[in-house]
């Protein structure tokens, strides 16, 4: 009888950390490429830049492991409209994944002719 308490205690006890473990929604916790892409779109996209490029590291840690996936990125961003613009729009920015496929954003700094809301 006591085994059988012990086998089902045990069963029990399984699903019950399996259930409280969060999925890894692919949206969620999101890839390094796609945090660029993110910040990319947001400029060239959403403020009307021509050029946007953006480099990223996981917030808090100073590079990412290759093939994992995090949920907040803080990325270092350049937007400007022409190859030959001397003063471009520049600084960090983070990058939260969020449920189906939409992320977040704010801007922590910039400097340079960046347009309004950026």
């Given at each position: 009888m006591k085994r059988l308490l012990v086998g089902v205690l045990s069963a029990v006890l399984?699903?019950?950390?399996?259930?409280?473990?969060?999925s890894a929604d692919a949206a969620y916790y999101i890839s390094k490429k796609r945090a660029e892409h993110n910040v990319r779109v947001h400029f060239a996209?959403?403020?009307s830049?021509?050029?946007?490029?953006?480099?990223c590291r996981p917030t808090g840690l100073p590079r990412a492991r290759s093939r994992t996936l995090y949920h907040r990125w803080t990325c270092r961003f350049v937007a400007y409209?022409?190859?030959y613009q001397k003063h471009k729009c520049q600084g960090t920015i983070r990058i939260t994944g969020?449920?189906?496929n939409r992320y977040y954003y704010r801007v922590l700094t910039h400097r340079g002719?960046?347009?309004?809301g950026t």
């Open positions: 399984t699903v019950g950390l399996f259930a409280a473990v969060p996209g959403y403020r830049y021509v050029y946007a490029g953006a480099s409209n022409s190859r969020s449920l189906r002719p960046c347009t309004r």
